[in-house]
């Protein structure tokens, strides 16, 4: 079955330090792939996407993202993180090519130690 | 450019009410689709609805429905609510569907149900 795997379901970095979130996909063809952001109470903000081309996708808020096909992976990473990061990032895929049926991981939350 | 918009943002149901939720989609965009998101269950699809005609639905019992009305408007509707519905209910909208790009989804800050 196609799924999305965020291993990691809390992590907790130091203001300025660097991020990396870890998404892995499981599905036969290279999907679509998404990172988003929730704060709390909100809804989610699209960080960024890869749909095909260069495999490193530059994203917003400093945010960029690399596909690994070997490795079906998909890990966000950010090289200094600030307080106002702190949040949940969802990592996302369109099997399927039709995005209203997104898959979406677990969510990993993020703490920013001062 | 105005982003999504859902009304209203919280709410508070009995178990056997009904409970509608509507959504406005971004200017131009066609496509709406609805997510539930749990603490224990995460971000499920719901449906998804372009051009008035429902394209695709997730795996919620009948008591999930929704529409889309022409103007690209939505609304879920939630009858005989239990309380594993409270849950903030989440609408997204695109372009349309086809071509990768134009199926972004951007997403509304949700409605939060709660029922009691």
């Known amino acids: 079955a196609q799924s999305v795997t965020q291993p990691d379901i809390h992590i907790t970095v130091s203001e300025g330090a660097s991020l990396e979130l870890r998404c892995n996909y499981s599905y036969g063809a290279t999907p679509y792939l998404f990172w988003y952001v929730q704060s709390p109470g909100q809804g989610l903000q699209l960080l960024l996407k890869?749909?095909?081309?260069?495999?490193l996708v530059q994203g917003i808020k400093g945010f960029e993202a690399e596909f690994k096909r070997s490795q079906s992976s998909f890990n966000l990473r950010k090289p200094s993180v600030h307080w106002s990061d702190a949040a949940e990032y969802f990592c996302?895929?369109?099997?399927?090519?039709?995005?209203?049926?997104?898959?979406f991981g677990s969510g990993t939350r993020l703490s920013i130690r001062p | 450019k105005a982003g999504v918009t859902q009304t209203p943002r919280y709410l508070i149901k009995t178990r056997g009410q009904q409970v509608t939720l509507s959504c406005s989609p971004i200017?131009?965009?066609?496509?709406v689709s609805w997510y539930q998101q749990t603490p224990g269950q995460g971000l499920q699809f719901l449906f998804e609805?372009?051009?008035?005609?429902?394209?695709n639905k997730g795996n919620f019992p009948g008591r999930f429905s929704g529409r889309q009305f022409s103007n690209s408007r939505s609304e879920m509707n939630v009858s005989t609510l239990e309380l594993g519905d409270s849950a903030l209910y989440l609408c997204?909208?695109?372009?349309?569907?086809?071509?990768?790009?134009?199926?972004?989804?951007?997403f509304g800050p949700g409605t939060r149900l709660l029922v009691l």
């Open positions: 996302a895929v369109d099997p399927s090519s039709s995005a209203s049926k997104i898959i």
């Open positions: 997204a909208s695109s372009l349309a569907p086809g071509l990768a790009d134009q199926e972004t989804q951007y």
């Open positions: 890869y749909f095909s081309g260069d495999t």
């Open positions: 200017s131009g965009h066609r496509s």
């Open positions: 609805y372009f051009s008035e005609t429902q394209r």
